[in-house]
């Protein structure tokens, strides 16, 4: 997957650019708050359909402005002519966004999500490591809803019904019973969804989790052996928290070691796990009014060396942990879906030492980079055409 280039109208600060970039490596560089992310943010849009930095829509047009178009050509590996992507965002919420193939309108963002691949870092993903569960979670929830439609609908049909069953439980709470077959409802069919959810997200780990180690091998050189592990209600606490099948059911987490294999499909996961938990103790939740059991409480483990990261890893340490979940991500990205996706860096390059920084942009392949940067020395002695852009102002021009 490529991306060949972008032609922004009143996004963000810049207010009419093209910017075209090669098939190997583009650096964006400039000083602080010229726009490189900015225009970073404009390449990623279609791969996600919204910002990466949780920027909602309106937020990406130019202050003052009434609308931004953001178009980007997009290319398949292989493929001689590029797809073109556009997106009119208007700032009158009484309108919709509108969105073009080709030129073509089409229903929605959701109908090209999947044209343009695209993996990206930025400082703040060290939080993958350090930080609390959601964004560990939301790491699965992009990457695997960017391989699976399926996954997504299960995904979107849960917390559909976690809504509904958190507001049943705040009119409990009231006084207004609720009757009992909607609670064995509710664990019915969100045991059911969670319990494919389950399976996808610890697939994907697996998947993962092999990649993620021979990179960090590769990247650090480092004798040190990361592992990753699931931890969710949907699973049954076991002796040695490597079999999902076993019995002895308790309130907590289940935890499973990623292993290694191939592929979605092959697990199952028993939803009479998770069913039991929802109705054990309705109770306890009307007075936090809200579910505390289900996949929006699943974590990933991250170990170095049988040791948890987030407690024992040096920044270093976690930064390259970080990176190499990120790149890994990338690898399976091709693997099943077939694209390399594109490599987006944001404001990392300058963090890594030189030999990590070598690694990253010397041994990804015929991958196309795109990264920024606030120091074009760095490039210097990177061996590979460089595409040097510089930005200033929200104007980007090349070197
Ligand atoms: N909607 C917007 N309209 C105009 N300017 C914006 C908008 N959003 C952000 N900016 C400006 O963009 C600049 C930051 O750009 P950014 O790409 O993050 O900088 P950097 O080059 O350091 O990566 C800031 O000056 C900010 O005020
Ligand atoms: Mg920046």
């Given at each position: 997957?490529?991306?060949?280039?972008?032609?922004?109208?009143d996004?963000r600060?810049i207010?009419?650019?093209?910017?075209?970039?090669s098939?190997?490596i583009?650096?964006?560089?400039?000083?602080?708050a010229?726009?490189?992310s900015n225009?970073l943010?404009?390449?990623?849009?279609?791969?996600r359909g919204r910002?990466?930095?949780?920027a909602k829509?309106?937020?990406?047009i130019?202050?003052?402005?009434?609308?931004?178009r953001?178009?980007?050509?997009?290319?398949?590996?292989?493929?001689?002519y590029?797809?073109?992507l556009e997106?009119?965002?208007p700032s009158?919420?009484?309108q919709?966004?509108?969105?073009?193939?080709n030129?073509?309108p089409v229903?929605?963002i959701?109908e090209?999500?999947?044209?343009?691949?695209?993996?990206l870092f930025c400082p703040?993903?060290?939080s993958?490591?350090?930080?609390?569960?959601n964004?560990r979670?939301?790491f699965?929830?992009?990457?695997i809803?960017?391989?699976?439609?399926e996954?997504?609908?299960y995904?979107?049909?849960?917390?559909?019904?976690?809504l509904?069953?958190n507001?049943?439980l705040?009119?409990e709470?009231?006084?207004?019973?609720v009757?009992?077959?909607l609670?064995e409802?509710?664990?019915?069919?969100?045991?059911?969804?969670?319990?494919?959810?389950a399976?996808?997200?610890y697939?994907?780990?697996?998947?993962?989790?092999e990649?993620?180690?021979?990179?960090?091998?590769?990247?650090?050189?480092?004798?040190?052996?990361?592992s990753l592990?699931f931890?969710?209600?949907?699973?049954r606490?076991?002796?040695?928290?490597?079999?999902?099948?076993?019995?002895?059911g308790d309130?907590?987490?289940g935890?499973?070691?990623?292993?290694?294999?191939?592929?979605f499909?092959?697990?199952?996961?028993?939803?009479?796990?998770?069913y039991?938990?929802?109705?054990?103790?309705?109770?306890?939740?009307m007075?936090n009014?809200?579910?505390?059991?289900?996949?929006?409480k699943?974590d990933?483990?991250?170990r170095?060396?049988?040791?948890?990261a987030?407690?024992?890893?040096s920044?270093?340490?976690?930064?390259?942990?970080?990176?190499?979940m990120?790149?890994?991500?990338?690898?399976?990205?091709?693997a099943?879906?077939?694209?390399?996706?594109?490599i987006?860096?944001?404001d990392?390059?300058s963090?890594?030492d030189?030999?990590?920084?070598?690694?990253?942009?010397?041994s990804?392949?015929?991958?196309?980079?795109?990264v920024?940067?606030?120091?074009?020395?760095?490039?210097?002695?990177?061996?590979k055409?460089?595409?040097?852009?510089?930005v200033?102002?929200?104007?980007i021009?090349?070197?």
């Open positions: 997957m490529k991306c060949s280039g972008i032609e922004l109208t996004f600060n207010k009419e650019e093209r910017a075209e970039f098939d190997g583009n650096v964006l560089w400039g000083k602080n010229q726009g490189k225009a943010e404009a390449v990623y849009y279609f791969a910002s990466f930095r949780g829509d309106r937020d990406l130019r202050f003052g402005s009434d609308f931004t953001i178009k980007s050509v997009c290319r398949k590996d292989g493929a001689s590029g797809t073109t997106a009119v965002i009158d919420e009484k919709k966004k509108k969105i073009f193939r030129g073509a229903s929605g959701g090209v999500i999947g044209d343009f691949r695209a993996v703040a993903h060290l993958l490591v350090s930080g609390p569960p964004g979670r939301t699965l929830d992009i990457a809803s960017q391989l699976s439609k996954y997504m609908s995904l979107a049909d849960y917390k559909r019904l976690l509904q069953r507001a049943a705040k009119t709470a009231k006084g207004d019973s009757p009992r077959e609670w409802t509710f664990a019915e069919q969100m045991s059911r969804s969670a319990s494919r959810i399976a996808y997200r697939e994907y780990m697996s998947m993962l989790s990649r993620m180690s021979r990179l960090f091998r590769e990247m650090s050189g480092d004798a040190e052996r990361p592990s931890t969710s209600h949907s699973i606490k076991t002796g040695d928290g490597a079999n999902v099948y076993t019995d002895e309130e907590e987490r935890e499973i070691e990623a292993d290694s294999f191939d592929g499909g092959n697990t199952r996961i028993d939803p009479d796990c998770l039991e938990k929802l109705l054990s103790d309705i109770e306890r939740e007075k009014g809200a579910t505390l059991w289900g996949p929006h699943d990933i483990r991250i170095l060396n049988g040791k948890e987030k407690y024992f890893a920044q270093g340490q976690m930064r390259s942990l970080a990176l190499t990120k790149l890994s991500e990338g690898e399976l990205s091709h099943i879906g077939g694209e390399r996706p594109v987006l860096l944001d990392v390059l963090e890594l030189g030999d990590r920084r070598a690694f990253v942009l010397g990804l392949g015929d991958r196309q980079i795109i920024t940067s606030c120091e074009p020395s760095l490039f210097e002695n990177v061996g055409d460089v595409n040097l852009m510089h200033e102002a929200g104007r021009r090349r070197m």
